[in-house]
């Protein structure tokens, strides 16, 4: 059993948890004790290496929003690609491929574009080649620097698989909220894992939202801000609740956990949508609002960073319907955020009212839009939706 190769990757896992566990301790007699005695709690490891490998993506896309020419590149479908999107995908995928070699990846990126262009390829090597956390052990928990250049092509082309419902399968957004990106306001770097397509682990990296998690929610939330006191780091395993901490450029920083806002009276919530109006249909949410009873304006962000800001309670409604019937959301645009707001105390369904589900592929081909609230009142929002959405095709 222990030459198999099946255990390698679990030997790989084990390694890596002793390495932190131990990383303090003096002795070894403690450090033999503390790895034989204590179980250790769900998908620690896991959600270590997403932690760390969604903190060292950050840092590469601050360098790009800071140090470089965004290098904005067309893709098929028209949206804003830059070279961190693909140099954020290059560095998690390294991260998963030396712990789990076995998971499949269902990330947003393909390298085929960078296969035909060897000056954005260069670009992203050289940003690729010298990102890395500044904690050598974490850094080298991550399995350190990425071989050459066309390993890193082969690394971003790992996340090609077509999704499913069985088995472990990693999603990446590698920077979700692109446009946001762009802009200079929010957007987050995404990472979530599915076992038999439930969501077990969720990370989000906020590089712009408030550390401060009481910070509430206001229209220019983010918009062109300075680091100073900025960068998130979200995180949530099946069962085990949601926490937050300040995003470092080095080892994690201590946490908290977070809950969504206990709401009784709905006309006091704060709803919060997508900047663009042809992701989610912006007049049928303000409709919903206003049945709701909410006179407070939207608060519009790119990117998953709305689930975060809700699960912590700064503010309460995610709403996002659909403005074209035949769109289907990606599974990477949610798998993340739909655990941290469930497990801050939220639901999270479609506009008919059912759960996200991420086993169908690498879209949700089963669900229309989504809801996110607090789960007290997350019936009469769907409700509402529902009144709304069906007064408009009466
Ligand atoms: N017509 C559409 N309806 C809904 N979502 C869309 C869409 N076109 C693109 N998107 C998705 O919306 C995401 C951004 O969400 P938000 O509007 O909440 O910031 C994009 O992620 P990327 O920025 O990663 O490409 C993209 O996947
Ligand atoms: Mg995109
Ligand atoms: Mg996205
Ligand atoms: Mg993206």
Redesign the pocket.
């Known amino acids: 059993v222990l030459l198999s190769p099946s255990f390698l990757p679990r030997l790989r896992q084990l390694s890596a948890h002793f390495l932190t566990t131990t990383a303090s301790s003096s002795s070894l007699f403690l450090r033999r004790t503390t790895t034989s005695t204590m179980a250790a709690p769900a998908y620690a490891s896991e959600l270590q290496i997403a932690q760390l490998a969604v903190q060292r993506a950050s840092i590469l896309t601050k360098r790009v929003f800071h140090e470089k020419a965004k290098g904005t590149v067309d893709k098929n479908d028209k949206?804003p690609v830059t070279i961190g999107d693909f140099g954020a995908q290059a560095l998690i995928i390294a991260a998963l491929q030396h712990h789990f070699p076995e998971d499949a990846i269902v990330a947003?990126e393909e390298a085929a574009q960078l296969r035909e262009d060897a000056n954005l390829k260069q670009t992203i090597w050289d940003l690729v080649s010298s990102t890395k956390l500044d904690d050598p052990a974490a850094e080298e928990l991550l399995g350190g620097p990425i071989k050459d250049i066309d390993s890193m092509l082969e690394l971003i082309d790992r996340g090609n698989s077509l999704g499913g419902s069985s088995g472990r399968i990693w999603t990446i957004?590698p920077?979700?909220?692109?446009?946001?990106f762009l802009r200079g306001g929010q957007y987050a770097v995404c990472l979530g894992l599915m076992v038999d397509a439930d969501v077990k682990v969720g990370v989000l990296g906020c590089p712009n939202l408030p550390i401060d998690d009481a910070a509430r929610l206001t229209a220019d939330i983010g918009a062109n801000a300075t680091d100073e006191g900025r960068g998130v780091l979200f995180s949530a395993v099946q069962g085990h609740g949601a926490t937050s901490r300040a995003l470092t450029a080095g080892a994690l920083a201590a946490e908290k956990p977070i809950a969504m806002r206990a709401i009784d009276d709905l006309s006091k919530a704060t709803f919060c949508e997508?900047?663009?109006a042809?992701?989610?249909a912006h007049d049928d949410q303000a409709l919903i609002s206003k049945k709701l009873g909410i006179t407070e304006p939207s608060v519009r962000m790119?990117?998953q960073a709305?689930y975060g800001s809700i699960a912590r309670g700064a503010g309460d409604i995610y709403l996002?319907l659909?403005?074209?019937a035949t769109?289907q959301?990606?599974i990477w645009?949610h798998a993340a955020g739909d655990l941290i707001v469930r497990e801050a105390g939220g639901q999270v369904t479609d506009i008919h009212g059912k759960r996200l589900d991420f086993g169908v592929g690498r879209t949700l081909a089963n669900n229309k839009g989504v809801i996110a609230a607090p789960a007290a009142v997350h019936d009469k929002v769907l409700q509402v939706v529902k009144e709304v959405l069906g007064a408009k095709q009466a």
Do not use: L, M
């Not at 920077?175 to 946001?180: A, E, V």
């Open positions: 949206s947003e957004d920077i979700d909220g692109t446009k946001g997508s900047v663009e042809g992701h989610s790119d990117s709305k996002r659909p403005v074209k769109y959301e990606k645009d």
